[in-house]
């Protein structure tokens, strides 16, 4: 049925304005509507007051106060948007809140009772709902979407219309800030990916602004009290159809000696401080792809979450117990299912776990003879293959994120790394034994190559990862728009092999037959052969002709748009059943900020790297194989990769300030700026939790905006007044330098209420000060406001 009324009130104030309360409830069935009687005090409306003049948001509550003479069981609720509450003025919405939950106060020993209802407003409520994804997945999201979003959240009636923000700064030479200002919405949740609630949200985005933000009537409000003066104009965004408009509004000075309601002046001055700081404090992007064993995502595949099997094996002359359960990704990735026969397997098994594909699982064993009082669980992510007469079935990609994640930097480093092992066994329990069988180059060898992952990365449709550097994707799909990869295969024992090459009109090397070859004219041209008989490979043409290829242009066409994740295997180490890593290429000389062994994959320095992530990885070269091959004893087969680890994280360079003391730049850049050194009185820290690109550290925190098609991460804001070009921090600071760099007077006093705001500008005589509300209690029956007020420049 959705909120319907269920109490009302109106009276008239000392003035004859006519103010009319309603009261809505959220409930399933049909409700009546009653009417209250409210007390001489009937309605007070209080926004807060702060000692800081620029809070970034300033939140009101509203007591109505009924007479009674029975429980009003349906003003009882428990949750936080059942009940709210709209106070109009002649006709005009003035005020709308939020219950405040469980707070129902009354004496009950009269014959009317005094009933006071508390409710907040929609920025105070919304403390009360975590920020939820805009798309339901992380992305790049514009300011004036996410504070639509929030809105949304909360206000189903549609009471709010409007959202007017302050010309005080440009952006791209316009004062559109909210349509023109990004963010990667990934920053409103921390670093286990709890979400922060939507009235910081708010709140972050308001200081970044460098206004206030508050609601009053039937929208909400973006101000800059530092140049209130001097700028009326403001950008009004209607929610309704996402629309925005220049407009004005009135900041005629309003002289307080002319509307005094009840002398009780009062002044004082504000406290001065010595140092204002600022603090960047940003939200690190070094881990780009979800943990790899968290527990909400990684789930029992079976509907019994403690489902396991149990099996006792003899191996080494000991007897084991094992115990494996089968696991899967409920959101975060995608991976092959195993099949048999090609038709899937939707549970796996003890039974059926020796198929092609993948799988998790969780292993855990002990020696039959001492059972433990506990065990030690290790998770695995299992590629298989079993195929069938030992050919290597498994292949193509076994696993990639499912839900692409949007990555925003300029430079730093992707490092990757893979903690693997190789066994003849689906079971990754660490007791299994292969083979002692170790990697040898001697008189008995025929060869060993690499562990090689075959693995996609790229950004968007935009660029991927060769190997060697980022390479637009349109190189990509020219070559196979003009048919230059082919299926290669290989490698094959093949004795006087010849490959034949030329360089055709697009600079591709092009491999062919001897006839065609010779055919061939004015192109450079070459041919060769290989320095082993059993590492040869080739194409079949359209006319089922061979054709040999060298090795790059091989590993050219198996990879394409992908590049291979290397472990370089070394004579000595063993084959089976023992954990590798990736072979580093992280070097101490990067000065990376998050600096560890893994695979480095630079990224452009000249340029913004934007877009959705693709992170694939393939059944490793290596499955479904003999790895190491040799003429005096039978190989084995590779059934099985049990991978424990992937780490893919993102770290930015130029980190190290001191090389010889270990000094670093601190992630959350600091702006200060000291007004006075004879007092002794730091203001607190003024924290931004969105601010402006720092290349020493990775965040989710910068700003960006758009150029045409093109994004940028935000350098400066243009001051509306000064039209000096600064860092949002900067602008902050020099804000709060020259208000708390003199002496500044607060007011305090009774008035007659003659239509005033937050958005007001008053006028004392006597001091001859301009000021504008710190504080205001409205008396709705008296027309009167209570006001404390702060000096402005």
């Not at 397997?345 to 776990?353: D, K, L, M």
């Amino acid at each position: 049925m959705g909120y319907q009324l269920i109490y009302n009130s109106s009276f008239k104030d000392i003035d004859e304005n006519t103010i009319n309360i309603e009261i809505y409830r959220d409930s399933g069935g049909t409700l009546i509507a009653s009417e209250l009687l409210c007390s001489a005090d009937a309605v007070s409306i209080n926004y807060e007051s702060d000692d800081d003049v620029f809070k970034p948001i300033k939140c009101s509550d509203c007591q109505i106060n009924v007479l009674t003479t029975k429980v009003l069981a349906n003003l009882y609720t428990a949750l936080g948007n059942q009940i709210y509450c709209t106070i109009s003025k002649n006709g005009s919405l003035l005020w709308c809140g939020y219950s405040v939950p469980c707070l129902y106060s009354t004496d009950y020993n009269e014959e009317y009772n005094l009933l006071s209802l508390q409710f907040n407003d929609i920025l105070s409520s919304l403390s009360n709902y975590n920020y939820t994804y805009l798309n339901e997945k992380q992305s790049i999201v514009s300011f004036y979407q996410v504070i639509k979003h929030i809105i949304s959240q909360i206000d189903s009636n549609g009471l709010i219309k409007n959202v007017y923000v302050h010309n005080a700064k440009k952006i791209n030479d316009t004062t559109d800030l909210l349509n023109n200002l990004f963010i990667l919405d990934r920053n409103f949740f921390d670093e286990a990916n709890e979400a922060e609630n939507c009235k910081d949200v708010l709140e972050y985005i308001a200081r970044y602004l460098g206004m206030t933000c508050y609601y009053y009537g039937d929208s909400i409000y973006f101000v800059d009290y530092d140049i209130i003066k001097n700028i009326n104009s403001y950008t009004k965004y209607t929610l309704s159809d996402d629309s925005n408009t220049v407009v004005t509004l009135d900041n005629t000075i309003i002289n307080v000696n002319q509307n005094i309601y009840e002398s009780n002046a009062s002044i004082a001055i504000g406290e001065l401080y010595n140092k204002v700081v600022v603090v960047a404090n940003s939200n690190s992007n070094n881990t780009i792809i979800p943990e790899w064993n968290n527990e909400d995502d990684i789930i029992n595949q079976n509907a019994d979450a403690n489902k396991y099997y149990e099996s006792t094996r003899d191996i080494s002359g000991k007897n084991y117990t094992l115990l494996n359960a089968f696991f899967k990704s409920k959101n975060n990735w995608w991976w092959a299912k195993p099949s048999i026969l090609a038709v899937p397997i939707e549970e796996i098994t003890p039974q059926n776990a020796d198929s092609n594909g993948s799988y998790w699982q969780k292993a855990a064993y002990y020696e039959t003879a001492n059972e433990p009082s506990s065990l030690n669980w290790k998770t695995y992510f299992t590629i298989s293959d079993y195929g069938l007469m030992g050919w290597k079935t498994t292949d193509g990609v076994q696993l990639s994120l499912k839900n692409k994640l949007p990555i925003a930097v300029k430079g730093g480093t992707f490092i990757i790394d893979i903690n693997y092992r190789l066994s003849g066994d689906w079971n990754a329990a660490e007791c299994i034994v292969t083979s002692d069988e170790q990697y040898y180059d001697g008189k008995y060898s025929t060869g060993f190559t690499d562990t090689m992952f075959k693995c996609k990365l790229a950004i968007g449709d935009t660029m991927y990862y060769d190997g060697d550097g980022w390479v637009n994707y349109q190189e990509y799909h020219n070559k196979v728009a003009r048919n230059y990869y082919k299926i290669c295969n290989g490698p094959n024992t093949w004795a006087g092999a010849t490959w034949y090459k030329y360089l055709d009109e697009y600079g591709y090397w092009r491999f062919v037959t001897k006839g065609e070859y010779d055919s061939i004219s004015g192109r450079e041209k070459y041919s060769g052969g290989y320095a082993d008989r059993n590492y040869v490979y080739s194409y079949t043409n359209s006319s089922n002709e061979r054709v040999f290829v060298e090795k790059w242009f091989y590993d050219e066409c198996k990879l394409q748009d992908c590049f291979y994740l290397v472990h370089k295997n070394k004579v000595g180490d063993k084959v089976f059943d023992t954990d590798y890593s990736l072979t580093n290429t992280v070097s101490w000389r990067m000065n990376l900020a998050e600096s560890e062994d893994g695979v480095a994959v630079s990224l452009p320095s000249d340029k913004m790297t934007l877009g959705e992530l693709t992170f694939e990885l393939y059944a490793p070269n290596q499955l479904g194989t003999t790895p190491m091959r040799r003429t005096d004893k039978e190989p084995v087969r590779c059934n099985s990769f049990h991978i424990n680890d992937v780490k893919l994280k993102y770290t930015t360079s130029d980190y190290v300030k001191d090389i010889f003391n270990d000094e670093t730049y601190d992630e959350d850049l600091k702006f200060e700026n000291v007004i006075d050194e004879n007092i002794v009185n730091d203001f607190d820290d003024i924290e931004f939790r969105i601010n402006t690109y720092n290349e020493h550290a990775g965040s989710y925190s910068y700003v960006l905006t758009k150029v045409g098609d093109e994004y940028y991460f935000v350098d400066t804001l243009t001051d509306g007044v000064s039209k000096d070009k600064l860092k949002a921090e900067e602008h902050c600071i020099n804000k709060y330098v020259n208000y708390y760099s003199k002496p500044r007077f607060r007011y305090s006093n009774s008035i007659k209420n003659r239509d005033i705001s937050l958005n007001s500008i008053l006028k004392e005589n006597t001091l001859n000060k301009n000021f504008v509300i710190n504080s205001i209690t409205y008396d709705l029956m008296n027309n009167k406001c209570d006001v404390e007020l702060n000096e402005i420049r």
